[in-house]
Nanobody, 113 residues
């Protein structure tokens, strides 16, 4: 049974930082490309960043230079370090494994003063 459990969200002021974590189980984590998506109210879910099984990375233009995705295969966990946060980063953030259709419950990130 696949499980993806996101954590680390919260309320932060503009310019602040958060680190999201996604703990995976029920998959062979090391062979999966892992991705972070987000969905803001009234908007479609969008890809934020992904990291391949060989740790190559790719970012949406909107977060390039501010966000960093990383993975720890020993812990079956993928991370998203988010710096210089903006109000437009407010969304529910989800992680996704490439070899699974499963979506976790997500973690809320709110950027507001």
């Amino acid at each position: 049974q696949v499980q993806l459990v996101e954590s680390g969200g919260g309320l932060v002021q503009p310019g602040g930082s958060l680190r999201l974590s996604c703990a995976a189980s029920g998959i062979i984590f090391s062979i999966n490309t892992m991705a972070w998506y987000r969905q803001a109210p009234g908007k479609q879910r969008e890809l934020v960043a992904y990291i391949s099984s060989r740790s190559s990375t790719n970012y949406a233009d909107s977060v390039q230079g501010r966000f960093t995705i990383s993975r720890d295969n020993a812990k079956n966990t993928v991370y998203l370090q988010m710096n210089s946060l903006k109000p437009e980063d407010t969304a529910v953030y989800y992680c996704k494994a490439s070899y699974s259709d499963y979506w976790g419950q997500g973690t809320q990130v709110t950027v507001s003063s």
